[in-house]
Nanobody
Framework: VQLVESGGGLVQPGGALRLSCACS????????MTWYRQAPGKERELVAI????????NYEASVKGRFTISRDNAKNTVYLQMNSLKPEDTAVYYC?????WGQGTQVTVSS
């Protein structure tokens, strides 16, 4: 099983990034997918979740209205579109399926 995140980087406040997580080794279309993040000195927190079909999503309160989770089951990939980024969004972002984790991608929001 592999989950490979990409798309992180340095962005100014108010900017946008799109994270991707390419998955292999399991039946991607059968499972919900989640994005988590972990900021320095803080615990890992759930950011967004999407069901197996992509029809149902849910978000952590601080990102609701700014972030959008989506998936392409034909490409075995889950995405996190992040708009109106704030310095407090700075963290390593991880995708998760079942009990599998990617290596994470760093997102830094700073002027």
């Amino acid at each position: 099983v592999q989950l490979v995140e990409s798309g992180g980087g340095l962005v100014q406040p108010g900017g946008a990034l799109r994270l991707s997580c390419a998955c292999s080794g399991f039946t991607f279309s059968s499972y919900p997918m989640t994005w988590y993040r972990q900021a320095p000195g803080k615990e890992r927190e759930l950011v967004a979740i999407i069901d197996s079909t992509g029809a149902i999503t849910n978000y952590e309160a601080s990102v609701k209205g700014r972030f959008t989770i989506s998936r392409d089951n034909a490409k075995n990939t889950v995405y996190l579109q992040m708009n109106s980024l704030k310095p407090e969004d700075t963290a390593v972002y991880y995708c998760n399926a079942i009990h599998y984790w990617g290596q994470g991608t760093q997102v830094t929001v700073s002027s």
